[in-house]
């Protein structure tokens, strides 16, 4: 036995030490780095670097908007999964068209993505053109606060088809008899959803609200995609902060944001996991 475990790490000794030299030392390093002056001396300023960046407009508006944004998507592309979920094993004909196709956001090439958004929410695109047929003013979508609602769309059409797939997987583990037995003693729709599907899915549904909300966090690939570095206020995120201090050297602040919103995400998930396990624990 021991030596079977010797071979083990063997094995797993390459993809270690890997681990230690791209993720593990730059991580800590990282840490190091943040606490320095940032100038040929290096000099240690302690905690200096948060003081000033938690007094910076600009973080502070990019982490209001990211946590904003993420307050949205999230919860949003949950409930929108669940549902589509549910509505494709009652359309039992063509359920396994939409199943099979629920991944196509993934195979589409960002570029591409793009310029379909662009074109949509353009001033006289097809969006516009509607709002006008509708009795409406045109809205301009892609330079003003109504940005939000092309880059939330956006970000559900690209998230929405892992999420469903998890769903899908979760729904068909549940034995039909239990709705049978629901239906037969009056239990409606909404009963049966609250009493019988969501008690039994949810790790499943624990597992896609977590997906959700970390790929909420990373939402400003859809930002930057449509409006830039330099995005309007309402959708300027955290990234954008750091991206542009990265593009300035100034590594200092980029590091000190980063180390400030991995403690504040982990603060989050740590809330939410000890609700899940307090969730569990009731229904056993």
Avoid at 16 to 21: Q, Y
Avoid at 213 to 238: C, H, M, Q, R
Wanted: charged share 10%; hydrophobic share 55%; proline share 5%.
């Amino acid at each position: 036995m021991f030596s079977k475990k010797k071979s083990v790490l063997l094995f797993l000794l390459p993809g270690l030490c890997m681990l230690m030299v791209f993720y593990i030392v730059p991580f800590v390093s990282g840490i190091g780095y943040s606490l320095t002056d940032g100038s040929y001396k290096n000099a240690f300023v302690g905690l200096q670097n948060y003081r000033d960046l938690w007094q910076n407009q600009m973080f502070l508006l990019g982490l209001k908007n990211t946590m904003e944004l993420s307050l949205i998507c999230a919860p949003l592309l949950w409930v929108t999964s669940f549902v589509m979920a549910a509505g494709l094993m009652s359309v039992k004909p063509f359920g396994e068209f939409f199943r099979g196709t629920a991944l196509m956001p993934y195979l589409a090439p960002s570029s591409a993505m793009l310029l379909v958004w662009l074109v949509l929410f353009d001033f006289g695109g097809p969006i516009n053109r509607v709002l006008v047929a509708l009795g409406m003013e045109r809205v301009m979508w892609l330079e003003s606060a109504a940005l939000r609602v092309p880059i939330v769309l956006m970000f559900l059409w690209k998230n929405l088809g892992f999420c469903l797939i998890i769903f899908l997987s979760a729904l068909q583990a549940i034995p039909e008899p239990l709705y049978e037995y629901a239906r037969l003693e009056g239990a409606g729709f909404l009963r049966q959803t609250f009493g019988i599907t969501l008690p039994l899915i949810t790790p499943s549904a624990f597992l896609v609200f977590v997906m959700a909300w970390i790929n909420a966090f990373k939402i400003f690939k859809e930002v930057y995609f449509i409006a830039g570095a330099y995005p309007d206020y309402s959708v300027y995120t955290l990234q954008n902060y750091m991206n542009n201090m990265y593009s300035k050297l100034n590594y200092q602040l980029v590091t000190t944001a980063a180390y400030s919103f991995g403690l504040i995400v982990f603060a989050i998930f740590a809330v939410l996991f000890f609700l899940q396990r307090r969730a569990a624990h009731g229904l056993n």
